[in-house]
């Protein structure tokens, strides 16, 4: 790690002790030069080490941001704070653990997904990549999985269950860090209007909704939902299966911090 870089971020974790001094610190830290070469870090690493740092300092900023953006604009919105309070969003997924119900067999899942790929020039390669992926397959049979719903997910479950009414009408569900592939999904797939939000397309195999299928009004729409969230993967995996097999690159990037919202700008 270059000298200036280590000497900066060893100064933001001398002040992880005083809170909003770290945050603060972590939220203009993006206008130093440090914050340059941390970025070139980012494109260059071939780990995840530099992109972690970055997503966890734009963390910290986020909240700093936040706090700050809170309090400027408190007068504009003081009828709708004065009696604000925070509170837990209940979701109703049992959290019990369970094993995936998946078939071993990975010549089979990908005549599932991929019908015709034994016709493409991609053919060998692909089947060296399920050999490959064996070793995964088995751990996920094997390892006890959590199913739990992610945050964005449930707030959009709790608007549009209870038809909330939006200050500016504004459809956006905010979160620090970019949507995962299937909450991109499903939210650009519900009926709500949210607005779609950054996504890195990382796959979580133990991401659900909030509340099982059998379970209130919203059953028919989530079950059409995830039947297009289905159709769409599929779509997608053959896309990817056509025009080649580069791995992609996992990034923990976020977004905390250095973008700004329709109010704060």
């Known amino acids: 790690m270059g000298e200036p870089l ?42 995840d080490v530099f992109p972690r740092i970055h997503h966890f300092v734009g963390r910290l900023g986020y909240w700093h941001k936040t706090g700050t953006s809170l ?20 979701w109703l997924v ?16 990908a005549l599932r997904v991929f019908p015709n790929y034994r016709e493409t020039s991609l053919c060998d390669e692909l089947v ?9 397959l088995t751990w996920f049979r094997t390892t006890k999985l959590v199913p739990r719903p ?20 504004d459809r956006y569900i905010r979160c620090s860090k970019p949507a995962c592939f299937c909450c991109s ?23 659900c909704l909030p509340q ?13 939902i995830l039947k297009h969230m289905t159709d769409e993967s599929r779509s997608i995996t053959q896309a990817a299966l056509t025009n080649g097999l580069a791995p992609p690159r996992r990034h923990f990037e976020s977004i905390t911090g250095f973008t700004t919202t329709g109010i704060a700008s």
């Not at 992610?150 to 009408?169: C, G, K, T, Y």
Request: glycine share 2%; hydrophobic share 40%; with cysteine.
């Open 150 to 169: 992610h945050a964005e997910v449930v707030a959009l479950h709790f608007l549009a269950s209870r038809n909330m009414e939006l200050i500016n009408d």
């Open 6 to 47: 280590a000497t900066d971020l060893k100064k933001l974790v001398m002040l992880r002790d005083v809170h909003h001094e770290f945050c603060a610190a972590s939220y203009n830290f993006r206008h130093s030069s440090s914050f340059a070469l941390l970025n070139q870090r980012v494109q260059r690493s071939n780990d």
């Open 94 to 109: 049992p959290e019990h653990q369970r094993r995936l119900a998946m078939d071993d067999r990975l010549e089979r899942l």
């Open 71 to 90: 309090v400027q604009n408190a007068r504009s919105f003081a009828p709708v704070l004065s009696n604000a309070r925070v509170e837990l969003i209940p």
């Open 185 to 207: 999904l499903y939210m650009r797939l519900h009926t709500a209007g949210v607005q779609p939000r950054p996504t890195h397309g990382n796959v979580w195999v133990q991401w």
């Open 128 to 136: 060296s990549r399920m050999s490959q992926a064996q070793s995964l």
């Open 212 to 224: 099982p299928l059998a379970m209130g009004k919203s059953h028919k729409m989530d079950l059409e």
